[in-house]
C-alpha cells in the first residue's frame, strides 16, 4: 500500500526566512516521490521529482528535497521564501512496480509568507 | 504552462443539466487522467486512459462518463450531478502510465446548484 501524511496543513514564514515543508510517505514498493505546487487558479505544476537517484533533488525555484529512506521522509526545503511561494503544495507518492503506476496525493501544505 | 488546456475554466451548472469538460494535451503523451479536487481532501483519481483505452475507474458514479477520442483529447460528460460534486476537476497527462511525471491542467471549477 502507499500512502502520504503531510505532517503540516498550514505554513506561514516571513519573507527571506527558510522554508521547510514536511512530508511522510508509506509505499510497498521503491517508490518515486514528488513535490508539486498549485497557485491559486492553476493546476499543478511539478517543483521537483525523486527517482532513485541522488537522494538530495533540487527542483525550481530554489526548492530541494531531501529523500531519507530510513525515516520515510521527503520534506521540501528552501533557503530563503519569497513572496510568489505563497501556495498549496502537495507532496505524491508513486510506483513503477504498482499497478498502474498510480498517484497518492497529501492532502496539501498551503503555504503563507509574510512581507 | 504545462502543455495540458482544460474548458471551460468555470462551470456553474444545476442538478438537471448536462454538460462537458474537455482537456487537450498537446505534449504528444499516450496517457491521460480526471482527478477531482475537493476542499480539504486529497486529490482523488477518477479515471485514467491509456492510448484511448480506459485502465482504471476508481469507482466513479455514473453521473460522470469520461470519452477520450484519440490520445490527444479528453472529455468529462456531467449529468444529473449532485451538489456534493462541486469541485476543481483537474486533467493530467503523462508520457505512459508507467512514465511517472503527471502534467496538469489548470482546471474547471465545478459549482452544482
Known amino acids: 500500500a502507499q500512502s502520504v501524511t503531510q505532517l503540516d496543513s498550514h505554513v506561514s514564514v516571513s519573507e527571506g526566512t527558510p522554508v521547510l515543508l514536511r512530508c511522510n510517505y508509506s509505499s510497498s514498493y521503491s517508490p518515486s516521490l514528488f513535490w508539486y505546487v498549485q497557485h491559486p487558479n492553476k493546476g499543478l505544476q511539478l517543483l521537483l521529482k525523486?527517482?532513485?537517484?541522488?537522494?538530495l533533488v533540487k527542483g525550481i525555484n530554489g526548492f530541494e528535497a531531501e529523500f531519507k529512506k530510513s525515516e520515510t521522509s521527503f520534506h521540501l526545503t528552501k533557503p530563503s521564501a519569497h513572496m510568489s511561494d505563497a501556495a498549496e503544495y502537495f507532496c505524491?507518492?508513486?510506483?513503477?512496480?504498482?499497478?498502474?503506476?498510480?498517484?497518492?496525493f497529501g492532502t496539501g501544505t498551503s503555504l503563507t509568507v509574510i512581507p | 504552462e504545462t502543455g495540458v488546456t482544460q474548458t471551460p475554466r468555470h462551470l456553474v451548472m444545476g442538478m438537471t443539466n448536462k454538460k462537458s469538460l474537455k482537456c487537450e494535451q498537446h505534449l504528444g503523451h499516450n496517457a491521460m487522467y480526471w482527478y477531482k479536487q475537493s476542499a480539504k481532501k486529497p486529490l482523488e483519481l477518477m479515471f485514467v486512459?491509456?492510448?484511448?483505452?480506459?485502465?482504471e475507474n476508481n469507482s466513479v458514479p455514473s453521473r460522470f462518463s469520461p470519452e477520450c477520442p484519440n490520445s490527444s483529447h479528453l472529455f468529462l460528460h456531467l449529468h444529473t450531478l449532485q451538489p456534493e460534486d462541486s469541485a476543481l476537476y483537474l486533467c493530467?497527462?503523462?508520457?505512459?502510465?508507467?512514465?511517472?511525471?503527471?502534467?496538469f491542467g489548470p482546471g474547471t471549477r465545478l459549482l452544482v446548484l
Open positions: 486512459y491509456s492510448l484511448e483505452e480506459r485502465v
Open positions: 525523486y527517482t532513485s537517484a541522488a537522494t
Open positions: 493530467a497527462s503523462s508520457q505512459d502510465t508507467g512514465e511517472e511525471t503527471q502534467y
Open positions: 505524491v507518492v508513486s510506483s513503477r512496480l504498482s499497478p498502474s503506476n498510480q498517484f497518492y
